[in-house]
Structures are given as structure tokens and as C-alpha cells.
């Protein structure tokens, strides 16, 4: 049952891919079905932006969908909400007006609700008593057994109720965005507000708002407290759907909104979408490098990328709002690059992530380890996800980062020193941002697959099954294609970019081997540093073979003559992450608690030795207590009108009735 | 830290008088010969303490100073065995000390020349019949030369290697 529902998601994937890619070369139409819905019907149109995002969902689902047959096996709970949140999402793109939009946005949420949350209801965890994954960092000698899953249903409906109640106050914010619009424009179709002529203070305030709920539902810090919660909640290919598709829906609204909405968008619009891009980066990152929690890990690497696509944008808002038109072109089409390029990556970490918490039953780094023997496969699959999103060439990941570093360089020709200013800010986070997301996958990959295993359950890891390599190896495909194929690409792209800013695309299909970065600014080419990579790795081999020096020895690893070697002695986690957590100890206010427990006859017998150690989150502290602190003080004081007495009731419909009488 | 520096100018320079340059100079070069006959290029020695004093320690590391500078002659001091084509073990083998030294014998890759360094590393020296002491170091792994001294000054160190090599090539 399971297995058909999601052999027809992987079909309807299938399916979006196609119509997706005829609508990305140029395809447009338009359905309306009248009776559908309220308020103008159901519409749905295509476009070129469109159609980018529907190919993508559809070729994001294809591998995730084959993974789910294996993952799931025959757990049949989430296959129907799994296929309505496929459909829901190929949705949102093609809206055409806000009805269609709300409800499409609506099931979307609902859908991947029912999936975040499907922990909670029942079922099994998949392996009972192996040790948990905590949140907080805490080193016992023997990680705690059993209580798993009692603490997976708690963990699930936190999370879940987090995401709904962010995901609805985002849903607000888009809704009030979306109805001011439309009493101004007159229209609820998406079309006719381009030409609608607004005052500058009400184009900001719709700006405000529907950027607000976009960027709720892209997790753009600090709207990104629900992400890192319900990405591990859900099953794993879910979390691959989710942030490497679902996320991006809030970045597909964001371009719509800047440019084309209500656009032309002034220069604030883009000053902030590039600073906010920039904070998510690097914050994001410097979260994702003190998590030990795989899948909260790549939760946070998600809002990483969100920032850096949001810093393509932001620079491709400004460049239009220059009279740049060639250069803003280049900055949206990084930016889609890098959309379509976190989808597989990060799709690909997922279900890596998946297939390893599948097999050791937890999610916690610290008691993993070894891997890479035990499971060989996702081991690979999960290097090439790492060396992809920690933009590496020649994969996918380097290409989009480098077509974006070379729309900020050009800032030079904006004329603002200001807005230069910005743009320095975007370049010097990006490079940041670049190098400590290589830091943490170093751990990320390290620390999980290679050395010794930690744990018992990381010892009796076994491979995945097929399908779910199939899935993996699909998307590796895609990365490794995304990564050599840019000359192909980028032109595509550039014509979206080219539709949404009314310019002409100066990225052309030219050269097979070297993509050019307009104005003879830079040029790349992914095959030649493939190719020259292959050389350095054969070239030598080549010749220790010709001179006869390939006599090898197996031994096992030097340990310093170390007569005992175990996994306590390998560098872990929280180990790699300290110095990054003592420079920046600003951000995470960490809090240390160490407690040696000694023999009661002399201190120098330590019979334990207990390391907690906290980050906080600053957003959450700040932010998020406050508010709700607030909301709960005001909701306890009006509660005192709900005092349950009939005799109050009747007096309020009477003030009521009294109210409306003198009104009227 | 004035103090430490008041004691170090007070104190002065107490170290022997070095074997003159020239002499050096004249090992050195027909050691970098002999190296380059039988290793191709250079021989890397990694140095390891079975139970030492340090004596034989100081004595080594003086090598690598200004005066004698042994990295001119194509001979270096690196960080694992699996690096090494040469041991250099000084001191008595203790207990604890044994199997490890079998075991970075083991990790040396093929072929490899061990060479003892200090009266003790011969048969235990001052420590001979201690209960710590498993034996000198022929007692634990194949010993190709052994450089007598306690300390066994630089020179005689570099001139104990040529001996080596020289022992080597018969
Ligand atoms: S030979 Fe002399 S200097 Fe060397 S370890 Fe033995 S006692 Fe110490």
C-alpha cells in the first residue's frame, strides 16, 4: 500500500518534471476552473519561474519517492499525506490567484504537518534501546538506552507544534499581504497587480508582510525557529522534501514579491533581503557547527543555503534598482542556481542522514562512527552530498557559489557607497560562510562514518537497501550533472532571471566547456577542473605502477604504539566544534557544567567524569520567550471575560445588541 | 619571567665545547654520500625513547641545531614511522615500553635499519637487572648498529651512522 502510494508520488514527480521543464523553456498556459473554489476559482498559469520550481519539486520527488519504498517499507502511516504534500507543493508555483494560492499553501502546511507529526501518533521507532540523541551535548561513558520512544513522541509533537503555529502565523502575515493587494488592485489575480499603481508606503507595507511570510516559511533567521525542530521530527525522506523543496517555495515567493508583484522594488527591499541573506548564512552555519545531531545539523545548513540564495537576490533586486539590468540577471540566476543545486545536495544529505539514523536508530553523532565500512554506499553518496554543499569543484555547490561571488563582485559599479557597503558585507559572510560549512562537514562526515565505532548500535549498522541507493544515487547524479553542466544551465536560467526583470539575458548558450561571466568579467570551466583533478589523482598512480612501487602492506592503523585502541580515544564531535565555540561564544552564550564524581576514599580516584555542555539560542531567548511571555499575559488577562457565568453571557448579548443599535 | 632571565645571563653558557666545524663538515658529506648510494636521496630517522634518560635525547636533538644541522646531509627527523626508513631507539627497553617498540618496528615499512643510540640501549646499561627493564633493545627487535656513549656526543652520533651505512652496504 505504502510502496504504491509512493510509486505514484515518484510518478506525479515524474510528471511535474515534464510539464515543469516545458514551462521553464517558455511554455505558458492558464486553467481555470470556476466552481472549484470561492473567489475567483481555481487557476493555475505557467511561466518560466514557474516552471523552475515545478521541474524542481518533480525532480527532487523522483529520487525521494523510489528512497521512501525502501525507508518505509511497509510503515504505511504518512504514504498519503506524503503524495498530497507532493501534489500541494507542484501547486503553489502555478497559482495564479489568491484563492488557488491560499489553499495549495494551506495543504502544503497541513500535509507536511501530518508528516512531521506522524512520529507522535504511534508506530515504532526503528530500533528500540539504542541510545537517544539529545539535544544538549552530554558525554556519559554508556549513552542511556531505552526511553526512546517516549522521548521521539515528545520530540515530534513539540516540533510539530511549533511548525504549526509558525507556519500559520507566516500564513497570516501572507494573507493580510495578499487581501491588501487585492482590495487595491482591484483583482485577485497574481497578473494584475503588476500594472496596479500603489503609493510607496502601501508597497512597503505589502512588502513587509508577504516578505515576513515568506521568509517564515523559507526559515530565514530569525524566522527559522520551526526548521531545525521539524526537520528531524520527520521521517528522513520527508526532511529531504521539505527543506530541499518545500523551503524553496518561500524563496520562490520572495522573487515574485521583489520583483515582479510589486516590483520595481526600491533599493530597501533589496538592502534587506541581502543583509537577511547574509545573517542566515553565516548564523545558520555557525549553528549547523556545534550540532551533533545529524539531521538538525543539515536543518541548519538549509537555512544556511536559504541565506546564500537570498544573498543572489538581494544582489539581483539592487543591481535593477541600479539600471543594471546585466548584472541583475547574473545575481538572480545564481540565485536560482543555487535553489536548484541545494534541492539535490541537501536532498542527497538527507536521505544519507536517513539511511545512517535507519540503521543505528539514533541521530546522534557522538555515538556513531565507522561507518564507511559497515555502510560503504551511503558513505559515498554522503561524501559527495558534503563535498558538494561545502562548494567544492567540480560539483554543484562550487558553480552557483561562484556565480554568485562574481555578481557581488561587480558591485563595484553600483554607484551607492552605501549600498557598496552591503555588498562588501554580502561577500566577506559568503566566504565565511564557505569555510566554515567545509569545517562542518569535515565533522559531519568524520565524525559519523570514519575511525572507530562509538556505539553498539553505529557497530551493527548494515547498508541500506536498494531503493533507497537508487534514491541517493539519483541525486548524486544530479549533482555531479548540475556541477558539469553549467554552460547548459545558466542560460536556461538566465532567461527566467531575463522574464522576471523585463531585461534582456546577456548569459547565452555559447561555449560548450567555459561558461563567461558577462562583461569578459570571469569565465569557468567545471570539465577542465574535473578533468585536471582526474589527472592529478591518475598521474601518479600512472607512475608507481610503471616503476613497479605498488607493493602494499595491510596493517592496522598507527596508534602510536598504543597497546589499546578504542573509540574513547577518538576525536569527537564536540571536540571539533570547541574552537569555533570558544571565538564565537558571543552567538551561542554557551553555558559548561563539568561534574568529576571521585572515589569517596581520595580524589584521585574518578570514578566519573560528566561534561554537559549548552549553546543557547539567542533567537529563541530574545525573541521568541518574550513574545509568547507576552501573548500569554494578554490572553490570561482577557480571559477574565470568559468567566463561565450565564448570567454575564446575557448581559454581554445585551451591550451587544445595544452596541449594534446605536451604531446602526 | 625577569627571573628566569636573570638566571639564564647569570649562568652563562655551560654546554662542551662542539666538535669543530670542519670535522663535521667532512662526516656530513661522506654520510650524504653513502645516503645517497643506498636510499636514493635522503633517510628519514624516526627517533624513539624505549626508556631513556634523556641524555641520549639532548645529544640527538643537538643535531638538528644550528651548529651541526644534519637536515644539510640529507637526514631527517620525522613524526611516525610509517615515515621512517630508519630507527633510532636510545635507552633501555623498560616493560611498558617494550611492545610498543615492537610494534613501531612493525609500522617501519621495508627495508629498515635500526640503530641503537647510549650504553643502555646495548644491554641496559646502569639499569641492566632492574625489574623494569625488559632488556637493550636487541633483546626486543633486530638491531643493525649500535653508537657506545653515555651520552654519545653529535659527532660520535654522526659518525655512528656512517658506521651504519657502511655495514649496510656489505
Ligand atoms: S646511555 Fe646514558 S644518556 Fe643514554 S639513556 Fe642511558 S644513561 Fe641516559
Known sequence: ?664 | MLRQLRAALGVGVVTEPPAPASEIEALGVTLRGEIARLFGRSLHIRQVDAGSCNGCEIEISGLTGPHYDLERFGLHFVASPRHADCLLVTGPVTRNMAEALRRTWEATPDPKLVIAVGDCSRDGGIFAGSYAIAGGVADVIPVDAVILGCPPSPKALLAGLLDAMGRLRQ
Open chain 1, 1 to 664: 500500500m505504502s510502496r504504491v502510494a509512493y510509486s505514484v508520488a515518484a510518478a506525479l514527480g515524474a510528471l511535474a518534471a515534464m510539464i515543469g521543464i516545458s514551462g521553464l523553456l517558455g511554455d505558458t498556459w492558464v486553467v481555470t476552473v470556476p466552481w472549484a473554489v470561492p473567489l475567483g476559482g481555481l487557476q493555475l498559469s505557467m511561466d518560466r519561474l514557474a516552471g523552475f520550481f515545478v521541474a524542481l519539486i518533480g525532480f527532487a520527488t523522483i529520487p525521494v519517492s523510489l528512497y521512501a519504498i525502501g525507508y518505509a517499507g511497509d510503515d504505511r502511516r504518512g504514504a498519503l499525506p506524503y503524495v498530497g504534500f507532493v501534489i500541494a507543493m507542484c501547486a503553489v508555483p502555478l497559482a495564479a490567484n489568491v484563492m488557488t494560492f491560499a489553499v495549495a499553501w494551506e495543504l502544503m502546511a497541513l500535509a507536511s504537518y501530518l508528516l512531521v507529526v506522524q512520529k507522535a501518533t504511534n508506530g515504532t521507532a526503528t530500533h528500540p534501546g539504542a541510545p537517544a540523541a539529545d539535544g544538549s551535548e552530554s558525554h556519559d561513558a554508556s549513552p542511556h538506552a531505552g526511553g526512546r520512544h517516549a522521548h521521539d513522541a515528545a520530540e515530534a509533537t513539540g516540533a510539530a507544534w511549533t511548525y504549526a503555529v509558525m507556519a500559520h502565523a507566516g500564513f497570516v502575515c501572507l494573507l493580510a499581504g495578499m487581501l491588501l493587494l487585492s482590495a487595491w488592485s482591484g483583482s485577485t489575480r497574481f497578473a494584475d497587480w503588476r500594472d496596479t499603481e500603489l503609493t510607496p508606503l502601501a508597497r512597503d507595507a505589502v512588502f513587509v508582510l508577504l516578505a515576513l511570510g515568506f521568509a517564515s516559511k523559507a526559515g530565514v533567521i530569525p524566522l527559522h525557529v520551526w526548521l531545525p525542530l521539524a526537520h528531524p521530527a520527520a521521517p528522513s525522506h520527508v526532511s529531504a522534501l521539505m527543506s530541499g523543496v518545500m523551503i524553496k517555495l518561500g524563496v520562490y515567493g520572495l522573487f515574485r514579491v521583489s520583483l515582479e508583484w510589486i516590483g520595481p522594488a526600491p533599493a530597501w527591499w533589496g538592502v534587506a533581503i541581502l543583509v537577511a541573506g547574509t545573517i542566515s548564512a553565516v548564523v545558520g552555519v555557525l549553528y549547523a557547527l556545534v550540532e551533533h545531531d545529524l539531521k538538525r545539523l543539515l536543518a541548519f545548513h538549509s537555512i544556511e543555503n536559504v541565506g546564500i540564495i537570498l544573498i543572489g537576490l538581494g544582489a539581483g533586486v539592487l543591481f535593477l534598482e541600479s539600471g543594471l539590468g546585466t548584472l541583475a540577471v547574473l545575481g538572480i540566476a545564481a540565485a536560482l542556481y543555487h535553489t536548484a543545486n541545494h534541492a539535490a545536495f541537501k536532498g542527497l544529505l538527507f536521505l544519507g542522514a536517513g539511511a545512517v539514523v535507519r540503521s543505528t536508530g539514533t541521530r546522534n553523532m557522538e555515538v556513531m562512527g565507522g561507518l564507511v565500512k559497515r555502510m560503504p554506499w551511503t558513505a559515498a553518496m554522503f561524501l559527495l552530498g558534503a563535498v558538494a554543499i561545502s562548494a567544492l569543484p567540480p560539483l554543484n555547490g562550487f558553480v552557483s557559489e561562484w556565480l554568485t561571488f562574481q555578481a557581488l563582485l561587480q558591485s563595484l559599479q553600483v554607484p551607492h557607497t552605501g549600498i557598496g557597503l552591503v555588498f562588501v558585507g554580502g561577500m566577506a559572510g559568503l566566504a565565511l560562510t564557505g569555510g566554515l560549512a567545509m569545517a562542518c562537514f569535515v565533522k559531519a562526515f568524520g565524525v559519523t562514518f570514519l575511525a572507530l565505532p562509538r556505539s553498539e548500535a553505529a557497530r551493527s549498522a548494515v547498508e541500506a537497501p536498494g531503493w533507497m541507493r537508487l534514491g541517493m544515487a539519483l541525486l548524486a547524479f544530479a549533482c555531479v550533472a548540475l556541477g558539469l553542466g553549467p554552460t547548459i544551465v545558466v542560460p536556461v536560467l538566465g532567461l527566467v532571471a531575463g522574464d522576471l526583470t523585463g531585461e534582456v539575458t546577456p548569459l547565452w548558450f555559447g561555449d560548450w566547456l567555459r561558461l563567461d561571466v558577462p562583461g569578459d568579467f570571469a569565465s569557468l570551466s567545471t570539465f577542465a577542473i574535473a578533468i585536471a583533478l582526474l589527472v592529478a589523482g591518475i598521474v601518479p598512480l600512472v607512475v608507481l605502477r610503471a616503476r613497479g612501487l605498488t607493493r602494499r602492506r595491510v596493517y592496522e592503523t598507527w596508534g602510536c604504539g598504543r597497546l589499546l585502541q578504542t573509540s574513547r580515544m577518538q576525536y569527537t564531535a564536540t571536540a571539533f566544534a570547541s574552537p569555533f565555540r570558544r571565538i564565537f561564544d558571543f552567538l551561542y552564550q554557551p553555558a559548561h557544567a563539568l561534574h568529576v564524581e571521585a572515589h569517596p576514599e581520595s580524589r584521585f580516584f574518578v570514578d566519573a567524569i560528566r561534561y554537559v555542555h549548552e549553546t543557547r539560542a539567542v533567537a529563541e531567548d530574545w525573541l521568541y520567550h518574550p513574545l509568547s511571555q507576552a501573548l500569554h499575559d494578554v490572553t490570561e488577562r482577557i480571559r477574565g471575560v470568559q468567566s463561565g457565568s450565564t448570567n454575564v453571557y446575557l448581559v454581554y448579548i445585551l451591550a451587544a445588541l445595544v452596541l449594534m443599535l446605536v451604531l446602526g
